[in-house]
């Protein structure tokens, strides 16, 4: 019986237009062969999303997967992924959220949930003991997420309940759109929230009681119990997240020049001290926050005190949105930033993608490519406070300039045209983190490189450039740098770990084993990462992306950095074609980042291959 | 008599404690079958509440219960349900004054803490070590 430890053994399987309800057991291979959250859904993505689909076509798949540690006590592993077809990039598109939702998803009996069709009318899903229900949302259509979380809540009398849900902006469509759960846990980036609304499914609530097995629960504990305290709470690598959460990366960001300001004019923000960890500390924290399960607590509950921002409050801002809500649209208001924060997580904006864009636009305005006729008779300019803090309403509900904006960089650029493409910053159309490569080269290969547009989340080379011992500028070593963190992480979000736990593979092995009691070395965890990677890259292939959309924006080639330690700095063309070489030939890819034949045989991967069987469509898994 | 103490200030919700209670009662893992339930409310007043058995002298769960099943831990001075006895009316849940009983969340039996026999499970694990045990 492989799957009666760790996991909950069944898929639920949510047919929107034909308003059907199945439930099938997880597959025991597939689980074996790619864990759980990532892995194991984007194995089920490729056997069931249809090549080239639209996004926003009701056959899209959108899933939400947990993993084989989820819903125990292991430390730090509260969270869950969003699965689906990005309509942001038109690639792979895996989203992580913490909270309490996932699971509590586990405990309602689930592993994993997969959606696929259109409702009718707006609905939302109601997921309890081993079963589920599709019911009339028209009552929260149009409402944003904190009414949407607290009417359900109410509806079924019991405070335990969670819900992820879209606020306007994914039911508008915004290709920025995200999915929320507990007011400030979002699957982020990559638009899921809009592949939400294209279903008319405006939430998603559960609540569970059924347990989580494990083979041995005294050992278990007893692991648990050394890994929190040896591995979570004394690695020095967590420190930081223990003691800040990550708006301590505000300072050393603005100190190497990597800190994005103004639209990524420069690296170097004069305000940075009114938006640092020690700003918020003394100023805005309330309370430290922990996800499910977390001994780290890295949030920042956050209130504003200021008589403009007086009890507006926020779970952040994390570094991201201070970066990119904050020194990039050029607000050194930190209380600024928790309105607008607040107001894209209410509303259902990615902040990362929502900086991006106003700080784009911002450009455009002081550039006079954009007027006020354009800006709904905003005085855009960078730091302009009062024009900053209306736009996540105007992009939630495409009014005006929100319009124009809510579908990211890449998508308003073409719509203004005029070469405004030199003012964008993404990859496959999902916008810029807040590390600019300019002056930490390996972070240019990350973005081109991630399975779903530029997102630090898949390699972090800035932790041993920027922020390390390494050379910020060489293209040397860092293709090396990124395939490691990518076959790392790629195990890393299948156990559905948090990142701000450094857990290396010895103890994702004892993890995985000690739930599943399946056995597991270092070696068998590399090889399902590997596997992973792969995977997912063969998906976007599949969808037509290779070399050709692997890309360095033109800003980092053409436009200097202005100030700071990285003044006058670009990314060389020719460095960035080195890194991306190197980066194939290290996965044993060809010269045009396709998997080779040989090296999916090698991975059990072989019947995917490109040129190998076409996959045949089933609606069911084996 | 050890008896269970908080700082709720030091609370961050992570809920480790009931999932350890939930392992160390029930052998299984699900954070509603606990005997401490942590509660939160946010945005406002954006705070989280604590909640568990204080082992009170007046103990209406047990003058509540028909069936026989609180049983007295003479040692600790404390009131532990018998699984085996309880069926799960939640009369003692009702007549709790300090919410500190709770049904299963299949509601086979009614959940109140028991001291884990006086190493209570819930305190090695809080990470932000806001659990403590009284003299």
């Known amino acids: 019986m492989a799957l009666q430890y760790g996991y909950m053994g069944k898929v639920l399987r949510v047919d929107l237009t034909k308003e059907r309800i199945s439930i099938e057991p997880t597959s025991e291979q597939w689980a074996k062969e790619f864990i759980g959250g990532k892995g194991l859904g984007a194995r089920y993505f490729y056997e069931e999303q249809r090549p080239k689909l639209d996004p926003f076509d009701p056959e899209t798949v959108l899933a939400f997967w947990t993993g084989p540690v989820t819903g125990t006590n292991a430390p730090v592993f509260g969270r869950h992924v969003v699965i689906t077809k990005s309509p942001a990039t038109g690639t792979f598109l895996d989203s992580y959220s913490g909270g309490f939702w996932g699971t509590e998803f586990k405990f309602a009996g689930f592993d994993g949930l997969i959606v696929t069709g259109k409702a009718k009318q707006p609905s939302y899903l109601w997921v309890h003991d081993g079963r589920a229900e599709i019911r009339d949302a028209s009552h929260l259509w149009g409402k944003p997420i904190d009414v949407v979380e607290e009417t359900v ?32 846990r979002h699957a982020g980036r990559g638009g899921a929230g809009a592949v939400m609304g294209s279903k008319n499914l405006k939430a998603i609530s559960v609540r569970g009681n059924k347990s989580v097995q494990v083979p041995d629960i005294d050992k278990f504990l007893a692991l648990m119990l050394e890994i929190q305290k040896k591995d979570v709470l004394d690695n020095p690598d967590n420190a930081a997240m223990i003691t800040d959460g990550t708006p ?13 300001t103004r639209n990524f004019q420069s690296g170097t923000f004069e305000g940075a001290k009114r938006i640092n960890t020690e700003f918020l500390k003394q100023n805005v924290l309330v309370r430290r926050m922990a996800c499910f399960g977390c001994a780290i607590a890295c949030s920042s509950f956050t209130r504003g005190k200021s008589e403009r921002f007086k009890g507006v ?23 600024a930033v928790i309105q607008f924060n607040r107001d894209c997580d209410f509303l259902g904006l990615d902040t990362i993608s929502a900086g991006n864009v106003v700080a784009f636009a911002m450009e455009l305005y002081e550039k006079g490519i954009l007027t006020k006729k354009e800006t709904n008779g905003l005085d855009l300019r960078f730091g302009n406070i009062d024009a900053y803090v209306e736009m996540p309403a105007l992009i939630a509900h495409r009014k005006g300039i929100g319009d124009l904006l809510a579908d990211g960089t890449k998508r308003a650029a073409e719509k203004v045209g005029k070469g405004t493409d030199l003012y964008t910053c993404e990859v496959k159309g999902l916008e810029y983190p807040a590390y600019d490569p300019r002056g930490s080269v390996g972070m240019a290969l990350a973005y081109a490189t991630s399975d779903r547009g530029a997102c630090h989340l898949r390699a972090w080379p800035v932790a041993q450039e920027a922020y390390g011992n390494l050379d910020p500028f060489t293209p040397e070593g860092k293709a090396a740098i990124c395939v490691e963190d990518q076959r790392r992480t790629s195990v890393k979000w299948s156990l559905v770990a948090c990142d701000f736990y450094a857990i290396l593979y010895p103890n994702m092995a004892a993890l995985y084993s000690a739930s599943t009691g399946v056995p597991a070395d270092v070696e068998h965890m590399q090889r399902i990462g590997e596997r992973i990677w792969n995977l997912t890259r063969l998906i976007n292939v599949r969808e037509g992306f290779s070399r050709k959309q692997d890309t360095l924006p033109r800003r980092m080639i053409e436009v200097p950095l202005k100030g700071g330690k990285t003044d006058g700095r670009t990314v060389k063309p020719d460095d960035f074609q080195k890194m991306l070489s190197d980066y194939y030939s290290l996965w044993g890819w060809d010269a045009n980042g396709i998997p080779t034949k040989k090296r999916l045989e090698a991975l059990g991967l072989g019947a995917l291959a490109p040129n190998g069987h076409p996959p045949k469509r089933r609606k069911k898994a084996g | 008599m050890p008896r269970l103490r908080k700082k709720t200030e030091l609370c961050v919700g992570c809920d480790l404690c009931s ?22 409310a946010f945005p406002s007043p ?30 600790l001075n404390v ?43 819930c305190i090695d694990v809080c990470p932000k070590e806001v659990l403590s045990l009284t003299k």
């Open chain 1, 248 to 260: 301590i990366l505000v300072d050393p960001s603005n100190d190497t020049g990597i800190l994005p």
């Open chain 2, 19 to 40: 999932m350890a209670c939930s392992a160390h009662h029930s052998r299984s893992f699900n954070a509603s079958d606990a005997c401490i339930l942590i509660d939160e």
């Open chain 1, 153 to 184: 809540r109410k509806d079924e009398g019991d405070p335990r309940v969670r819900t992820s849900a879209i606020g306007p902006a994914g039911e508008n469509l915004s290709r920025i759109a995200l999915i929320t759960n507990e007011l400030y």
């Open chain 2, 79 to 121: 009131w532990v349900i018998d699984r085996a006895l309880c069926v799960g009316c939640g009369a003692c849940v009702t007549a709790c004054p300090h919410d500190g009983a709770y049904m299963e969340p299949n509601g086979r039996y009614a959940l109140k803490c028991d001291l884990c026999g006086g190493h209570p499970v």
């Open chain 1, 313 to 335: 409050s926020v779970e952040g801002p994390e570094y991201e949105t201070l970066a990119m809500c904050g020194s990039n649209c050029g607000i050194d208001d930190i209380e």
């Open chain 2, 46 to 75: 954006g705070a989280y509440k604590i909640r568990y058995c204080t082992q009170c002298v007046t103990h209406e769960c047990v003058t509540a219960c028909s069936f026989d099943a609180f049983k007295l831990n003479e040692e």
